[in-house]
């Protein structure tokens, strides 16, 4: 049972448009959620993350957006660049357990046309 | 920089032969990872450690072993490799000092079983 789930395999934005990716989990014990981004042949790159106890955390042109009721997070990229092209992921850890196991979605291409 | 070294970066095995791939942090992180990254399946935790001699599975744990002998080195081992575990595996660490509950990957090992 996958309990982080990213419906989106891949997005297509305009250059200066907004970018919207959306992550859903099924695990009410996770309390802390990130979004990393992976060029090929890199690693994945840290971005922002979000506590449960905020429900929108923005640095830069990246904004989280977090639904708790509705377990659903959202990243905003504004103004999307051609340089944001990437692979996107995001990812949840119930850390009030103190087990830190971080469980990933199955990632968002997004592709940015100049 | 997370201070992650990944060796081998690139390796190519026969069916059936063992393979250890590790991963060596520089900073005293009490926290390490293995996932391994699959065209739709996004990252996959295989293993974790949260200090030395202390391991834990994750989701895809099965025709994997690990050991964490010292604080510097996870080592990921696959005692008889098979196709299925051709991918590309990343280790991440967990900085509490610096960042809090956000983990940090290297730069990936190829692993292609052939």
């Known amino acids: 049972d996958q309990q982080v789930k990213q419906n989106s395999p891949s997005l297509s934005v305009q250059e200066g448009r907004i970018s919207i990716l959306n992550c859903d989990y099924t695990?009410?014990?996770?309390?802390?959620f990130l979004w990393y981004k992976k060029y090929p042949a890199e690693g994945p790159t840290f971005l922002i993350s979000?506590?449960?106890?905020?429900d929108k955390n923005e640095d830069g042109r990246f904004t989280v957006f977090l639904n708790k009721s509705a377990k659903h997070l959202s990243l905003h990229i504004v103004p999307s660049q051609p340089g944001d092209s990437a692979v996107y992921f995001c990812?949840?850890?119930?850390?009030?357990?103190?087990?830190?196991?971080?469980?990933f979605g199955t990632g968002t291409r997004l592709k940015v046309l100049a | 920089d997370a201070g992650i070294t990944q060796s081998p970066r690139h390796k190519v095995t026969e069916t059936g032969t063992p393979v250890t791939l590790r991963c060596h942090q520089t900073?005293?992180?009490?926290?390490m990872y293995w996932y391994r990254q699959d065209p739709g399946h996004g990252l996959r935790l295989i293993h974790y450690?949260?200090?030395?001699?202390?391991?834990d599975k994750g989701e895809v744990s099965d025709g994997y072993s690990v050991s964490r002998s010292k604080t510097e080195d996870f080592l990921l081992t696959l005692e008889s490799a098979t196709s299925s575990q051709t991918s590309v595996y990343f280790c991440?660490?967990?900085?509490?000092?610096?960042?809090?509950?956000?983990?940090?990957f290297g730069e990936g090992s190829w692993l292609t079983v052939v």
């Open positions: 979000i506590s449960s106890i905020k």
């Open positions: 450690s949260y200090g030395v001699k202390d391991t």
């Open positions: 990812a949840a850890s119930a850390t009030a357990s103190g087990t830190y196991k971080y469980i």
């Open positions: 900073e005293n992180h009490r926290y």
């Open positions: 695990n009410s014990m996770f309390d802390y």
């Open positions: 991440a660490i967990k900085d509490s000092l610096i960042s809090g509950n956000t983990i940090y």
